[in-house]
């Protein structure tokens, strides 16, 4: 098993603030083809380089992401910050596999609740 980077408040502010323009404004709705390209781009960059992301075997972990955990809300609200970061990690490689499902993510409003958790988990540290 591989371990976990640790995370600090800096790295979690710093994906925090990576995250600006990635998500529609509250009451907005887009497209697929309106989810900004560039801040997106420089969100994923910035989960990697403060090791929000993290190697390890997702695809049995959320069963290709078959398992109800993957995409549950519930689970989502309730997720430690080691679950968060391994539903955001699956999520981002599965974006490899699956054209759209990050896009899709965003869209639906799932990241948002991602980066909420996160904000959440931050306070409370």
């Known amino acids: 098993m591989t371990a976990i980077p640790p995370l600090s408040k800096p790295d979690i502010d710093a994906v925090l603030d990576?995250?600006?323009?990635?998500?529609?404004?509250?009451?907005?709705?887009?497209?697929?083809?309106e989810v900004p390209h560039d801040p997106l781009l420089r969100h994923i960059q910035a989960l990697s380089r403060?090791?929000?992301?993290?190697?390890?075997?997702?695809?049995?972990?959320?069963?290709r992401g078959g398992d109800p955990r993957f995409t549950c809300r519930r689970t989502l609200a309730q997720a430690d910050l080691t679950l968060l970061r391994k539903l955001m990690t699956a999520h981002l490689r599965m974006d490899r596999f699956s054209d759209n499902h990050?896009?899709?993510?965003?869209?639906?409003?799932y990241w948002q609740a991602c980066?909420?958790?996160l904000q959440a988990l931050r306070r409370a540290m």
């Open 18 to 33: 990576s995250a600006a323009g990635v998500t529609p404004p509250p009451g907005a709705q887009w497209r697929l083809d």
């Open 50 to 63: 403060h090791q929000f992301i993290f190697v390890f075997d997702w695809t049995n972990e959320f069963s």
């Open 102 to 109: 990050l896009a899709g993510l965003i869209i639906s409003g």
């Open 115 to 117: 980066l909420d958790r």
